[in-house]
């Protein structure tokens, strides 16, 4: 019987979420290339991991040093990428090659220390991707509006996994001291394999608006507003209801700040102290606004109100929805109609004679 080792599996699973990706009509490629770069090397340290665990292959091993070092990096470029209000280059993020040249010439010259090297970058890269996570949603400003708190809590959990793989290799390093490396095969087939999944998946969500479900925490109350705050927001309450721009399936908060002629910092602070909401929250709550009034005034089918409304996701839409009304799009049109009939046949009965 042929034995496929079970990283071969989920290499498999993260080829299937990639072309997925490719895809899918929603975001630009342009846009996506730096996590499908990224998907590309979880697919690949997965088929490195399998041939040498799985078939003990050692001389592999530098390979994966390398490529795991190379996944740190790139994951944190993916998502810096989102909090930068201008265009990022290859040119401002070269720094970042550093890490895995410096593994390059450990791995030539001087090799005991890698191990110890690549669990100082990955808890390095997983505390910087935390610490960019400290501002909430609103950090990630080249995030589509419609998808920026799924982007959120992908970042959230890339810098915890990254964080995680350190510690694991803390723990196979224990194990090849204390027993020489027999429990070392099974702690990196299982933790990798989760660890690929959980990213390969996080790093969709936030490239695209996966349509993966999630929870968010009530954020802190924000700090007092100013006039200038209540200025800035009124603004842009004008802004949205004369031009619409909730429209704009790929709206972003660097988008709607150019359009004010302000930093997006200043529109994001003034939104969560004058409506204590993320930007995504507030452009949501236009959206799902215009999404009633299209299913009350008109027989458009829902997926059609969805897109006229700025949403590309169809989970998003109806999780929104449900925030703000309690029940989905269908329920919704169905209870108006219901009522808005028993309103009129309740008029006939009462003109009768």
């Known amino acids: 019987m042929i034995f496929v080792p079970l990283p071969f599996v989920v290499a498999l699973l993260l080829a299937i979420l990639l072309i997925r990706m490719l895809r899918q009509g929603d975001g630009s490629l342009a ?3 730096p996590f499908l770069l990224l998907i590309g090397f979880y697919i690949l340290q997965s088929i490195v991991i399998g041939i040498r665990w799985g078939y003990d292959v050692i001389a592999i091993m530098p390979i994966q040093s390398l490529i795991a070092t190379t996944i740190a990096a790139l994951a944190w470029v993916c998502f810096k990428g989102l909090a930068m209000e201008e265009q990022p280059t290859l ?5 970042h090659l550093l890490p895995t040249a410096s593994i390059a010439v450990l791995i030539a010259l001087y090799p005991e220390p890698i191990s110890l090297a690549i669990i100082m970058i990955f808890l390095g890269y997983g505390a910087a991707l935390l610490w960019l996570a400290r501002h909430g949603p609103d950090a990630l400003v080249a995030s589509r509006l419609d ?3 799924l982007s959120y809590r992908s970042l959230q959990i890339t810098g915890f996994a990254l964080i995680a793989s350190a510690v694991t290799d803390v723990i196979i390093s224990f194990d090849f001291t204390r027993t020489g490396g027999i429990h070392a095969g099974a ?7 989760i660890a690929l999944l ?10 695209s608006g996966s349509t993966v479900e999630t929870t968010s925490a009530e954020p802190p109350p924000p700090p007092p507003a100013t006039e200038e705050d209540s200025a800035v927001a009124a603004a842009l309450d004008a802004l949205m209801r004369a031009r ?8 972003n908060l660097t988008r709607i700040a150019r359009k004010m002629n302000l930093p997006a910092r200043r529109v994001s602070t003034a939104v969560n102290r004058i409506h204590g909401m993320s930007v995504s929250q507030y452009v949501n709550d236009f959206r799902i606004r215009a999404a009633c009034e299209q299913l009350v005034g008109t027989d458009h089918p829902i997926t059609q109100v969805m897109f006229d409304s700025g949403f590309i996701s169809k989970s998003n839409f109806n999780r929104e929805f449900a925030r ?16 808005e009939s028993g309103g009129a046949a309740s008029n006939v009965i009462f003109m009768s004679p």
């Not at 040119?91 to 720094?95: D, K, N």
């Not at 702690?187 to 394999?193: D, K, P, R, S, Y």
Request: aromatic fraction near 8%; charge should be positive.
């Open 244 to 251: 619409h721009l909730y429209r704009d399936p790929e709206l």
């Open 91 to 95: 040119a401002r993020f070269w720094p």
């Open 324 to 339: 703000m009304n309690g029940e989905n799009p269908t329920q919704f049109r169905k209870r108006r109609v219901l009522r």
């Open 147 to 149: 998808g920026a708190v």
């Open 31 to 33: 846009e996506k290339r």
């Open 187 to 193: 702690i990196v087939a299982l933790g990798n394999v």
């Open 198 to 207: 959980i990213l390969g998946t996080a790093a969709s969500v936030a490239s």
